[in-house]
């Protein structure tokens, strides 16, 4: 009977190690083939934007390396939360990623309640790249600098208004709200569902200025459609390095860093999302996409999932006490 005992624990161990050892392989299987069918690459914002023009840059690339369609899908609205909340809910197998932005970690504090939860539904794969925002208003404003315009909106309280392209809760509406915490002024924040609509109303003066992503105002700026006063890095930008920084020109300290990032549903395998980051980080190393980004206005950047994460949930932190600070929520 002990015999017999001892060799069914033994049977028990080998059938254990083998479904061990075969789902090990199969997870490596399935991590160096894919993909095998078409990417969905879901934008949080409308087509047009800064965060859209990059997307669609790095979709054209991996359609390259995979040799699999990668679909652009924009799903702008409600702050860039409908869109996440696709990728949160979609099957976790890597077919569905999300392209967001520091919107991301924004709308974790900034809306009370999310169809989604931010740190448990969506995974960080890889931060995609770096960029600032442009700081503009029409050519032919009196305002031609920071302190211009600070001045302008302490001579007219709540008169003034800026534009969002990713509406409320985005980037753009949280670079403008810590301008004015820092500011010390009273600016009417006007939302818009992508940034070529704001930098419409701005051209037909319908906005006294617009804190936008440089990759979507860099054509309008050289073209003198829009006037560049500021950008909003602690460094100068390379694409507009005759532009002064917000921080340099009236408020020290002033820092609005956009980051563009791939998130995958929470459960998607480990080996598959170190995969779409390798194959990510490999695209965004080539000096030809590099080019292409810092045409854009935008860093190519390329990291681990870890890497990003700790990243992404600093940035979560950094955004809370701005929100806080400014006192304003919103509903998804």
Request: aromatic share 6%; charged share 15%; proline share 6%.
């Amino acid at each position: 009977m002990k015999d017999e005992a001892g060799r069914l624990r033994i049977r028990r161990t080998i059938v254990v190690a083998v479904i061990a050892l075969l789902t090990a392989t199969a997870g490596v299987v399935c991590a160096q083939t894919f993909p095998v069918k078409p990417v969905r690459l879901v934008v949080h914002i409308g087509a047009g934007s800064s965060l859209d023009i990059v997307a669609r840059v790095l979709a054209q690339k991996l359609n390259e390396t995979w040799a699999q369609p990668v679909i652009v899908d924009n799903r702008g609205g409600a702050g860039g939360t409908l869109g996440m909340d696709v990728v949160a809910k979609a099957t976790p197998d890597g077919y569905t990623l999300l392209f967001g932005s520091s919107s991301v970690a924004i709308a974790a504090s900034y809306y009370r309640k999310l169809p989604y939860d931010t740190v448990r539904d969506l995974e960080p794969v890889t931060q995609i790249s770096s960029r600032h925002n442009a700081l503009v208003v029409h050519p032919a404003s009196p305002v031609s600098s920071v302190k211009d315009l600070i001045a302008l909106a302490k001579a007219k309280p709540g008169q003034l208004s800026y534009g969002s392209g990713g509406g409320n809760g985005s980037s753009d509406h949280l670079a403008g709200e810590l301008f004015r915490l820092m500011a010390g002024v009273q600016v009417l924040h006007v939302p818009y569902k992508s940034g070529p609509a704001a930098l419409t109303d701005l051209m037909n003066r319908q906005l006294s200025f617009y804190f936008g992503g440089i990759p979507i105002n860099l054509p309008m700026i050289r073209a003198g459609k829009v006037k560049a006063i500021a950008t909003s890095g602690l460094q100068r930008s390379s694409q507009l390095p005759e532009v002064p920084t917000v921080s340099e020109a009236g408020l020290p300290g002033f820092e609005v860093n956009v980051w563009y990032g791939l998130f995958a549903p929470r459960g998607t395998p480990g080996k598959t999302v170190d995969k779409i980051a390798a194959d990510v980080t490999a695209t965004l190393s080539t000096a030809e996409t590099r080019e292409r980004f810092n045409a854009l206005g935008a860093q190519a950047e390329g990291t681990s999932p870890a890497a990003f994460k700790a990243y992404f949930l600093a940035d979560m932190a950094k955004w809370r006490k701005v929100v806080q600070a400014a006192g304003v929520y919103g509903q998804p």
